[in-house]
């Protein structure tokens, strides 16, 4: 089996590079011994290891140098330093320069592989970490703003079923994005350069819609003045996506079920029919399964279409989003008009936090926008915010937001810098693990008890405070 972790050791005493292939003979690795530091700094120029056993001591030069080389390339590796010369000083300028570890001849052989074997396995969950961080982690994403955990899983999926011509069930709220979403898919697929046609189903009156996705011919009926192209030949090649499709009626839908599974179609008042290569995306604010139970949506178009679901998640259950995607319509629309906004005092950015959004993102862009035409100033207060935000909040709560918002149950330099200048403090210094619990603790009590709602105030994940207490429940039992 190939190894897959490429160890080299860097070691001028050939009796010493013999011990440690001899103690890692068995190791899952890909082991290279060189015996001066040129050689080594050749080696590395054309293939880079995932650790590094460095002696200090090298024949034409320091293993210090070896080591700042690699720092100021960038090389990812971990090194350890060997050497029969160590002290603890050395131990720490050498970690400040970037060495992992730091081991004192004569090693043994069980601690040779243990130290190895610890670092390979940091090495692969950092990779992992950073795999994740670069592949999920996403603060933007076609047209989207937010990093929240919900909203990673949304890019996710996109990301999967992009590349298919299967159909995309969208389901969520009004103003969650659902359009914003089947445009991402659009994008991400191979079909990006063709048309995205949208229709909205609920906007569009039933008499009009079949010729609105089909087209007509001229004289199919009083106005029909000329031939004309439905959405489906517009979108040849492309995307269809059809927004509110519980909305249509079902006549239309058993239509519509045709041409998905045949990819024919026929224009109002003509005789033949005609054919389009389409991917059909589709979204709905309502319960599909609800409506199919009513008799409002026909189950084998239901079926047909429900191929990958995705669920966009509401404003509320979005985190810290909010802010983000708040800060992004306030700088612009700032430009747009003129104004000097860049930001929200603290009690505003928890005011928005702690509003439900039952708009979603919809409603939230309308509030920037009236904030920005009907003020101005550098950062938005509360009491510019339009009703009902400015009134979520009682003026207790408005006046606890100076101290419970953001900073100080977090800011632990600050915490601390409070706790030397208290005399009650002893020897002026509490431990840190104890003023975090303190500020959590009181703003669970401010809350009434109410978790989700302290997170909101301290600004941090409700997990983390649901984590912490548990913790802390743990250690009391």
Request: glycine content about 6%; some cysteine; proline content about 5%.
């Amino acid at each position: 089996m190939k190894s897959t972790y490429r160890v080299l050791i860097i070691e001028d005493s050939e009796p010493l590079s013999n011990l440690y292939m001899q103690y890692l003979a068995n190791e899952p690795i890909e082991l290279t011994c060189l015996g001066t530091g040129q050689a080594a700094l050749d080696h590395l120029q054309v293939s880079t290891p995932h650790l590094i056993l460095l002696d200090l001591k090298l024949p034409d030069m320091s293993g210090e140098k070896i080591l700042q080389w690699i720092n100021e390339q960038a090389i990812p590796c971990a090194v350890i330093v060997v050497t029969s010369h160590g002290s603890v000083n050395t131990a720490v300028d050498l970690m400040r320069q970037g060495a992992v570890d730091f081991l004192e001849k004569p090693v043994s052989a069980e601690r040779l592989k243990t130290t190895i074997r610890n670092q390979l396995e940091r090495t692969r969950l950092q990779g992992l970490v950073e795999d994740i961080q670069s592949n999920f982690e996403r603060n933007t994403y076609q047209g989207f703003i937010g990093s929240s955990l919900p909203m990673q899983n949304v890019y996710r999926i996109i990301d999967a079923a992009a590349p298919s011509k299967a159909t995309v069930f969208i389901t969520g709220e009004s103003g969650t994005g659902k359009e914003v979403c089947a445009e991402a898919i659009h994008h991400q697929s191979p079909r990006t350069n063709a048309p995205f046609i949208a229709l909205n189903c609920g906007a569009i009156p039933h008499d009009l819609m079949e010729s609105e996705i089909f087209g007509h011919i001229k004289g199919a009926f009083t106005g029909a003045s000329n031939d004309r192209k439905g959405a489906a030949s517009q979108a040849e090649g492309g995307t269809l996506f059809l927004d509110e499709i519980c909305e249509m009626d079902l006549e239309l839908q058993k239509k519509l079920l045709r041409f998905i599974q045949t990819g024919r179609f026929q224009k109002v008042g003509a005789s033949k029919e005609e054919s389009a290569d389409i991917r059909f995306l589709c979204a709905t604010n309502r319960d599909p399964l609800q409506e199919v139970s009513a008799g409002r949506f026909r189950e084998d178009l239901y079926y047909r279409l429900h191929v990958v679901p995705l669920a966009m998640p509401p404003l509320r259950e979005r985190g810290d989003d909010i802010l983000s995607i708040a800060t992004s319509f306030l700088v612009t629309y700032a430009q747009e008009e003129g104004k000097k906004f860049s930001r929200f005092t603290p009690e505003a950015e928890v005011v928005l936090r702690h509003y439900p959004w039952p708009g979603n993102v919809r409603q939230l862009q309308n509030v920037i926008r009236n904030v920005v035409v009907l003020h101005d100033g550098d950062a938005v207060s509360i009491k510019q915010l339009p009703p009902p935000l400015n009134e979520t909040l009682s003026d207790q709560e408005i006046k606890s937001l100076a101290h419970l918002a953001i900073p100080e149950p977090v800011n632990h330099a600050n915490a601390i810098d409070n706790q030397i200048s208290s005399p009650d403090a002893e020897d002026g210094i509490r431990p840190l693990c104890d003023l975090e619990r303190e500020a959590i603790q009181k703003a669970i009590a401010h809350c009434g008890g109410n978790v989700l709602k302290a997170a909101v105030l301290l600004q941090i994940s409700p997990s983390t405070l649901y984590r912490k207490k548990q913790a802390w429940e743990t250690d009391e039992a």
